[in-house]
């Protein structure tokens, strides 16, 4: 039985879906089910059935499942321990984070990678809810998502960015004349949100809802590429943040909002009881990049 086996094993038993376990250990569905089933033909027993909408555990893979996160948050412990006599230079520095709320993430990612060639760097990108589940789950050291107003307190949050919304409109739009616009003009006009339990729909919706009207979206999306495109094809105008218009893509028109302009908040997300030195890094390297006010 190898160390791999059972974190691959353990992964599968906590997704119930061997897809979303594969994504989570960096390996190919194929690859991860070559070496569970291994791991049955080496024990002599049935670990898994597979059904139509997933995997279920046996008897012994449930008894299994609970021996096998016992031994792994062991090693974790036993890992952190030695990098942290090995110092911050070599380990794994992981972070989890929302493409919508870390645009520029992947090119901090890079320069710390250049800065601190002695470490491996990984990253998971996910919904709000998947990147903390992630942290919470030991997965990842760091997190960055949008700030939503029921952050929890088991988690010590760095606030990175606040930054206003801007209003992105179709070149032919008659908004786009305007200059400024006033969240009351948006009632009943076609808009493109952000999806649902996120920090930037959060934003936009208590705007709207301070205004006295509910948004009624055609389009629930996140990506910053997308958003734009579909605002560029005149589908409908968006309030997104104002790092967004950075990012390249069509041509759109770009509108302020009138006060009060809501802002949007993205934060860098760690565990409560601290991270690896690794982590430690990586966090004060993040805040360095990415911080904007």
Same mark, same amino acid.
């Not at 998502?145 to 070149?171: F, I, W």
């Not at 969240?183 to 952000?194: K, T, V």
């Not at 208590?206 to 009207?213: I, N």
């Given at each position: ?7 691959? &094993?353990? /992964? ?25 089933? *291994? ?7 049935? #670990?898994? *059935? ?13 008894? #299994? ?15 952190? /321990? ?46 709000? /809810? ?55 003009? #948006? ?17 936009? %919706?208590? /705007? ?6 509910? +948004?009624?979206?055609? &389009?629930? $999306? %996140? ?5 734009? &495109? ?5 589908? %409908?105008?968006?309030? $997104? ?6 990012? +390249?893509? +069509? ?9 009060? $302009? +809501? ?9 409560? %009881? ?20």
């Amino acid at each position: 039985m190898e160390l791999r086996q059972l974190e691959y &094993f353990a /992964a599968v038993a906590r997704h119930r879906h061997f897809r979303r376990a594969a994504e989570e250990v960096y390996v190919t569905q194929s690859a991860l089910s070559q070496q569970v089933r *291994r791991l049955e033909e080496e024990l002599g027993l049935l #670990l898994l *059935r597979r059904t139509p909408h997933g995997v279920e555990l046996t008897e012994a893979g449930a008894d #299994l499942a609970a021996r096998a996160e016992a031994v792994l948050a062991q090693v974790a412990e036993a890992r952190a /321990a030695m990098d942290g006599h090995a110092g911050a230079e070599r380990g794994v520095a992981r972070i989890a984070a929302t493409a919508a709320d870390a645009p520029r993430l992947p090119e901090a990612l890079a320069a710390f990678h250049r800065a601190h060639p002695g470490l491996q760097v990984a990253l998971r990108q996910g919904s709000a /809810a998947e990147v903390v589940d992630l942290l919470r789950r030991g997965a990842v050291d760091l997190a960055v998502t949008g700030l939503r107003d029921d952050a929890a307190a088991d988690l010590e949050v760095s606030v990175l960015a606040e930054e206003p919304l801007r209003l992105l409109v179709p070149l032919d739009d008659p908004l786009a004349d305007r200059g400024t616009v006033a969240i009351e003009d #948006l009632r009943g006009a076609p808009l493109i949100l952000a999806e649902r339990h996120t920090a930037l729909r959060d934003a936009v %919706g208590g /705007a709207c809802a301070a205004a006295g009207f509910s +948004p009624v979206p055609l &389009f629930e $999306v %996140g990506d910053p590429a997308t958003v734009r &495109f579909l605002v560029h094809a005149g589908l %409908g105008v968006s309030a $997104v943040p104002a790092s967004w218009l950075d990012l +390249p893509g +069509p041509a759109v028109a770009v509108a302020e909002l009138a006060p009060p $302009v +809501p802002t949007h908040r993205v934060g860098l997300l760690a565990l409560s %009881g601290g991270t690896t030195p690794a982590g430690r890094l990586l966090a004060e390297h993040v805040r360095l990049a990415l911080a904007r006010g």
